[in-house]
């Protein structure tokens, strides 16, 4: 088949989307496919501007104005086009009678502008990406969803049939493997972990839903109970918000709490296998990657009690109340005696997101819109 892949605006540098157009594009190339990956090119975008909102407001012009011309000339040559980020669908619309698929990672952001969320308020520009978001899906053939708790918002928010709506589970984006506690030594140094220590690992971005100043309250409360001069936390991911540096600093956590930021596969791959465990308490996630990297490295997983967290982690992870930091930290103590049990039950887990699964699962569905333009037919309400 000859496959175009529809990937993210770079500007933007949403990783884990950037990530997961990469891999199909490797993976379907080695089973024998033609690929082609096509982005909004940043003309405006990447003007040497120094305001960051109308840097936003330029790529807009990018992707909403420039980019469909850029699409349309490239069509002819696909026999099957995949929208990689949901954020993209409002691309359905000039593809016309082209079989494709939307890969949908989760729709958080539609269900804060609906109001769902307490925790954040969504602004009426904020609003109206996302009515053309939603409006660009039941437009679309086939929407693959990433969890079964996204397909269950999906087919609650839009107005397809439940036949147009699948769910694929993300596949490992790296080869995650446990490194020798040599070579994990010599990059924990270079990082700046202090030797022979024993450290608790977060892994994410600073999205509101990711909970990391909970991640913080978590810890503090460990330090409470714990009372180990040795103890770490070690924040991987983007830099810590002012909050957060207002919480360590108010609560004297200062020479305990370790931020890295752009760690590569190889380093991460380090302090997976090096931590004591991975705290992964996210109040919602569309997949949530982490807990099975963690996994596949040997390192036991501390997540939330929700969808789709407990579905990934399956019997292999340790569930906890992400909004209740003093009981997440007694049961945390509580498992520590037990977690090697969880490493090896972490290794059979993550065994079920295999990336080969995952992309024979999305030539399936290519084949099945290739055959059948009768998907997006919309449920009667």
């Not at 520009?125 to 929407?143: D, E, R, S």
């Not at 596949?171 to 990082?191: C, D, F, S």
């Not at 997976?272 to 997949?287: N, R, W």
């Not at 906890?320 to 930290?329: L, M, Q, T, V």
Request: net charge neutral; proline share 5%; hydrophobic share 40%.
């Amino acid at each position: 088949m000859n496959i175009l892949l529809i990937g993210n605006y770079q500007p933007d540098a949403i990783q884990s989307m950037d990530r997961f157009a990469s891999i199909l594009e490797i993976y379907l190339t080695k089973f024998g496919h033609q690929v082609r990956v096509i982005r909004p090119i940043p003309y405006f975008g990447s003007l040497g501007l120094s305001s960051q909102l109308l840097k936003k407001w330029l790529g807009y012009i990018d992707k909403l104005i420039l980019f469909p011309s850029q699409l349309s000339q490239a069509l002819s040559w696909a026999d099957v086009v995949h929208i990689c980020d949901h954020g993209n669908a409002v691309y359905t619309k000039y593809l016309g009678n082209i079989p494709h698929v939307v890969t949908c990672h989760d729709l958080l952001a539609v269900r804060s502008g609906l109001g769902e969320f307490p925790e954040y308020k969504t602004a009426w520009t904020g609003k109206q990406l996302q009515q053309m978001m939603m409006k660009g899906l039941n437009q679309a053939q086939k929407i693959v969803c990433v969890s079964e708790q996204t397909r269950s918002d999906v087919l609650r928010l839009s107005s397809l049939s439940e036949s147009a709506v699948c769910c694929i589970y993300m596949g490992l984006n790296y080869p995650y493997t446990p490194m020798t506690t040599i070579e994990a030594k010599e990059r924990l140094e270079v990082l700046g972990i202090p030797e022979n220590c024993q450290f608790i690992l977060h892994v994410g971005g600073n999205f509101w839903y990711k909970n990391r100043l909970g991640v913080l309250e978590i810890f503090y409360q460990l330090m409470l109970k714990l009372k180990e001069p040795d103890f770490y936390l070690v924040m991987a991911g983007k830099p810590m918000t002012a909050e957060m540096h207002q919480f360590i600093n108010t609560h004297n956590i200062t020479k305990k709490v370790i931020e890295l930021l752009n760690i590569d596969n190889e380093n991460l791959r380090s302090l997976y296998s090096s931590a004591t465990a991975l705290l992964f308490p996210s109040l919602y996630e569309g997949f949530g990657w982490p807990i099975i990297e963690a996994q596949a490295c040997g390192c036991p997983v501390f997540t939330s009690n929700r969808p789709p967290m407990n579905d990934v982690g399956g019997e292999a992870a340790i569930y906890i109340e992400p909004d209740k930091p003093e009981k997440a930290a007694q049961k945390i103590i509580d498992y520590f005696t037990i977690l090697e049990e969880y490493k090896t039950k972490g290794f059979v887990n993550c065994q079920n997101f295999q990336v080969e699964t995952m992309i024979n699962q999305y030539i399936e569905n290519y084949q099945q819109v290739i055959g059948d333009k009768s998907l997006n037919k919309p449920k009667i309400m």
